[in-house]
Every structure is written in C-alpha cells, then in structure tokens.
C-alpha cells in the first residue's frame, strides 16, 4: 500500500492564519509533519500554532508577504534554519476584489496578480532552491475552480488561477529531474472569509447547490485527503497535475426540465 504518513516531514504552509490555509496545516500536521505557518502578521497565526502544537507536532510561525522578493527570501531561510529543511510547500496565500469588469482598476489587477500568481512563483523558487540540494520535495500550489471556469465578477482572479495551474505544468517539467513534484490543489467553492457575503444570501447558496452534482457546497475537511495525498509518497509519481475538489461543478453539466405531465 503506498505510503501517505508524513513523520519526520517539514511542511510549509503560506497563508494559515485562517479558512483554508489552517485547514492544510492541520492536516498535514494529523499526518505527521512538523508545520511552518506564515501570515503577514505574526499574532494572526497563534490560533492555528495552537491547534499544530495540540496533535503533538512541532510549529513555527514567520511573518510572510508575498507581495514583497526580500519577504519571501527572509520567511523561506528562516523556516530552513529553524528545522533545517522543507520537504513540503503548500502555496496557499492568495486574495481576492470582486468587482465588474468594467470596474477593475490597475490596483485591483496588480493587487491580485502580484499576491496570487507573482508571489506563489517565487516562494516556490525559494523553496526549490533547498530541496534541490536534498534529493527533492512537494509543492502544492492551491488553485480554484476558476482556473478551469470563467465566472461573471473574477476577471483578475481568474487569471491569476488559471496562470497558476499553467505555471504548475511548467515548474513539474523544470523541477522534475531534480525530484520535485509539482501539483496543483484546486478547491471549488467554499465558504471563506474571503467569500462569506456570497453564503448570506440562501437564494445564491441555492443555485450554487443546484449546479454542484454532489448538491452542497465543500467543507474544509472534503481538502484534508488530497492535501495529504499530494504531500505524501502516494503522489509520488503524479506531478504536473491540477486536482479539482469542487464536488463537480466543474462538469459543467446541465440538468434536464423534467417533462410535464399531460
């Protein structure tokens, strides 16, 4: 049976002070790994320290901002030198401006791009960098349903998505002589901070649901497998590849009028 304990692991998760990104170190963590967690401000990330160090793992927060090179650089020599090694890159840190198209301005755009696509480029640079000189390593960049979907609303998110499941084929094939596996993690809608106001409203929620084959929208827990999975030695021959957890939304399939009766 392939292998997905992870003890002795070191796995680093940008974006954990909440929502998702503490949803991957603790699963990590249940998996026996040791955890770095980033934020950009280094109180946000006590809850989730907490949580790590209750399951009897190690965790180490650093302040992260991936919008800044000298951050990026600064966050990824600090974790190396705290355990002395990264084995594991959840790429998770990311926002979002929903806005009409026609109300995008050059801030939002450059806002998005730079934290969800420029950013995640080159902490995984920086990650690699180490694990080439250790034999190898998983990165897991963190996706969305968008990167395979357009939606009204997420102009500049979208990109940023789509160019991050495109820029995880392109890492596998460059990293992947040196023992790296590159994949990409992509949730399809769950409830955040990010997009709690969309989940106030039932009517939306409704058809959101009605358009998911599995008829509800994801919980944190449905991401825990397949984190584990692309961390693990069970993924160790599945690189390049974009995983979408969106209970199907992404087939796209229409539902037949059900036909009236005479």
């Known amino acids: 049976m392939p292998s997905f304990d992870l003890a002795g692991k070191i796995a680093l998760v940008t974006g954990a002070s909440r929502g998702l990104g503490k949803t ?10 040791d955890v770095a967690i980033t934020s950009r401000a280094l109180a946000a990330l006590d809850e989730t320290r907490h949580a790590v160090e209750a399951l009897g793992r190690r965790c180490h927060g650093v302040v992260l901002d991936v919008r800044s090179h000298e951050s990026i650089e600064e966050a990824v020599f600090l974790v190396h030198a705290h355990f002395g090694r990264i084995d594991i890159l959840v790429n998770n840190a990311g926002c979002n401006i929903r806005k009409p ?3 995008v301005t050059w801030e939002d755009w450059n806002t998005i791009l730079d934290t969800n696509l420029r950013g995640p480029f080159f902490v995984a ?3 690699a960098r180490q694990m080439v000189g250790r034999g190898g390593g998983r990165i897991i960049n963190i996706g969305s349903v968008t990167s395979v979907a357009g939606y ?8 940023s998505r789509g160019g991050i499941r495109q820029l995880t084929m392109s890492l596998a094939d460059d990293w992947g002589p040196q023992g790296i596996t590159v994949n990409c993690l992509a949730p399809g809608w769950f409830q955040t901070a990010q997009n709690a106001t969309m989940y106030e409203d039932p009517e939306w929620v409704t058809h959101l649901t009605e358009r998911i084959p599995l008829r509800r929208p994801g919980r944190p827990d449905d991401l825990e497998g397949a984190v584990v999975f692309l961390a693990s030695d069970a993924s160790a021959y599945v690189t390049g590849q974009t995983l979408l957890v969106d209970g199907g939304i992404s087939v796209n399939a229409m539902r037949a009028v059900p036909a009236k009766k005479p």
């Open 152 to 159: 009204a609303g997420l102009g500049p998110y979208g990109a």
């Open 101 to 103: 198209a026609l109300e």
């Open 24 to 33: 991957f170190a603790l699963a990590l963590a249940r998996a026996g790994a």
């Open 125 to 127: 640079q920086a990650v």
